[in-house]
């Protein structure tokens, strides 16, 4: 069983940074990509981002805008979500999914992290 583990939330002002870990542990792990999802009060879960481990490739929701930056430690399986210049409508909760093949949906997930952007 492969469990993810996140950290690295908490409460910024807007125009601060914080730095998202998700952590992927168990048997015989094998990761085909990772993602970031964020889910705000009283809206869908939406997809924020996600790394492919073979060769790093990036893709990146259009909200994103370049304020955010997604990076992996391959050896450790560990994927980072750098957050900059942080709006409060990028409060939510923060979760990390992790999929074994590329027609696979995501299997597994972290159980999230707040993060709470003040003005």
């Known amino acids: 069983q492969v469990q993810l583990v996140e950290s690295g939330g908490g409460l910024v002002q807007a125009g601060g940074s914080l730095r998202l870990s998700c952590a992927a542990s168990?048997?015989?792990?094998?990761?085909?990509?990772m993602g970031w999802f964020r889910q705000a009060p009283g809206k869908e879960r939406a997809f924020v981002g996600k790394?492919?481990?073979?060769?790093?490739?990036?893709y990146y929701a259009d909200f994103v805008k370049g304020r955010f930056i997604i990076s992996g430690d391959f050896v450790k399986n560990t994927m980072y979500l750098q957050m900059d210049s942080l709006k409060p409508e990028d409060t939510a909760v923060y979760s990390c999914a992790l999929r074994s093949s590329r027609l696979a949906s995501y299997e597994f997930w972290g159980q999230g992290t707040q993060v709470t952007v003040s003005s």
């Open positions: 790394i492919r481990w073979s060769d790093a490739d990036i």
């Open positions: 168990g048997r015989a792990v094998r990761i085909y990509d």
